[in-house]
């Protein structure tokens, strides 16, 4: 009887859940193991770890062989990769001492699977204690524990991040805005660099955002880059001053879009805020009847509006109609600079589109003086003959700067049927 009581009980220890091994990159799971390094369960807090497991049954098997199946699963996925090359490891033992130990073999274990699917990975790796308001968390937003005690760590030292900022980003996306804001998380030891492959570089999210703003970069001051998130979004946050004006961007960090924007009147004194230092309806308007060459006497009606998107002031929009002409414009909030110029012409000229064509060299002249651009200045200019409801047309693009003009001239007459112009991103 003693022996099958002892063979009982060695029984219940070799299955008892000695650890807990948590893995997060965006999939998110954990796995319990026995003090044999035995993998007893395994767990999925999202989807993509449901992706990760697929058909496979880790149950029994030897911890290092199931994070070998794991990792490899992820690399094949395109969880892993070298655009997002970053894993976190989170252990939870009641010995801290083998707690620590775990930590840093399965650490080694994963870099040893990174070096032979030859990617630099970034390995993010802790020692966690379980505790209630962690498993709220990680149960609010899908997430293992490991993943909440990383964002508590970050949050706790920059109060303008949040956890629901947070919790989506991967861990790759988390490392990143940790770095670039040189937070130190003392309980999380890390090995590689997480990947910045996917974005564009800090230098040219400033440049985006100086362009946008109209700024040289000899006229700024106290400039700060940073990562950060927008709705799930990576973006640059850039911040300057200039001119006693203090500017604040979000840029797209992949693409290098401007998703916000604010100004405000700033450390010498000045009192205006973003809505405030609005040019107003009336400069807008003027700044589009002028760049149309139009008196407002002359036109037949004439609105002005702020557009808004997502609740985000974006321009001023200006239509009015003058003759035959329907002019519509895109005018910025602070400047009054042209974003976007549109007109089209509601009558056939004349002379129709029956005679000879004036030819791609005309047609290119037309939308260049049009413009009042000279053809050296402008760039990847293309000339094509399209018709367009039975009128035959040539369609002129070009580039200036950071402008682009497309045009619609009247393959016969040589008359502007349609010109646009509008700031590239």
Same mark, same amino acid.
């Given at each position: 009887m003693c022996c099958g009581a002892f063979g009982i009980s060695s029984w219940r220890g070799a299955n008892a859940v000695d650890s807990v091994?948590? /893995?997060?990159?965006?999939?998110? /799971?954990?796995?319990?193991?026995?003090s044999k390094e035995r993998v007893l369960s395994v767990t999925p807090f999202?989807?993509?770890?449901?992706?990760?497991?697929?058909?496979?049954? /880790?149950?029994?098997?030897?911890?290092?062989?199931?994070?070998?199946a794991l990792i490899g699963s992820m690399l094949q996925n395109g969880y892993l990769s070298d655009i997002q090359n970053a894993i976190l490891v989170s252990v939870e033992n009641q010995d801290a001492a083998k707690s620590a130990q775990l930590q840093q073999h399965l650490t080694d274990t994963i870099n040893s699977v990174f070096q032979g699917g030859s990617l630099e990975g970034a390995v993010l790796s802790q020692t966690v204690t379980e505790s209630a308001d962690l498993n709220a968390l990680a149960q609010q937003y899908g997430i293992s524990v490991g993943k909440a005690s990383l964002i508590q760590e970050v949050i706790a030292q920059d109060s303008t991040l949040t956890f629901a900022s947070l919790a989506p980003?991967?861990?790759?996306?988390?490392? /990143?805005?940790?770095?670039?804001r040189h937070l130190t998380t003392q309980a999380v030891t890390q090995?590689?660099?997480?990947?910045?492959?996917?974005?564009?570089t800090a230098e040219e999210a400033q440049n985006a955002a100086l362009a946008h703003a109209g700024i040289a970069e000899s006229s700024v001051a106290q400039l700060e880059i940073e990562f950060d998130s927008e709705d799930g979004l990576m973006v640059y946050e850039v911040e300057f001053y200039a001119g006693g004006t203090e500017y604040d961007y979000d840029i797209n960090?992949?693409?290098?879009?401007?998703?916000?924007?604010?100004?405000?009147?700033g450390i010498s004194g000045g009192t205006t805020g973003s809505s405030g230092s609005y040019i107003g309806e009336a400069a807008a308007t003027a700044a589009a009847?002028?760049?149309?060459?139009?008196?407002?006497?002359?036109?037949?009606?004439?609105?002005?509006?702020?557009?808004?998107?997502?609740?985000?002031?974006?321009?001023?929009?200006?239509?009015?109609?003058?003759?035959?002409?329907?002019?519509?414009?895109?005018?910025?909030?602070?400047?009054?600079a042209v974003l976007k110029s549109e007109r089209e012409s509601h009558s056939v000229p004349a002379s129709g589109s029956s005679g000879p064509h004036i030819g791609e060299a005309a047609a290119k002249s037309a939308a260049l003086t049009h413009a009042g651009v000279s053809e050296s200045d402008a760039s990847r200019i293309q000339v094509e003959l399209d018709r367009d409801d039975g009128r035959t047309l040539y369609e002129v693009e070009f580039h200036v700067g950071r402008t682009e003009y497309s045009y619609e001239i009247d393959a016969s007459s040589g008359a502007i049927v349609k010109a646009e112009q509008e700031l590239d991103d």
């Open positions: 091994v948590m /893995l997060d990159v965006n999939p998110s /799971l954990s796995m319990t193991v026995s999202n989807q993509d770890a449901e992706v990760i497991l697929g058909d496979m049954d /880790l149950t029994g098997t030897d911890l290092d062989v199931a994070v070998n980003l991967s861990v790759n996306e988390i490392a /990143l805005i940790a770095e670039s090995t590689g660099t997480a990947s910045t492959k996917a974005y564009i960090a992949r693409t290098g879009e401007v998703v916000n924007f604010s100004r405000e009147g009847l002028t760049h149309a060459g139009v008196s407002e006497a002359d036109t037949i009606y004439l609105r002005c509006w702020v557009e808004h998107d997502d609740g985000r002031a974006e321009c001023y929009e200006v239509e009015f109609l003058a003759g035959t002409t329907e002019y519509q414009y895109e005018i910025d909030l602070y400047t009054g």
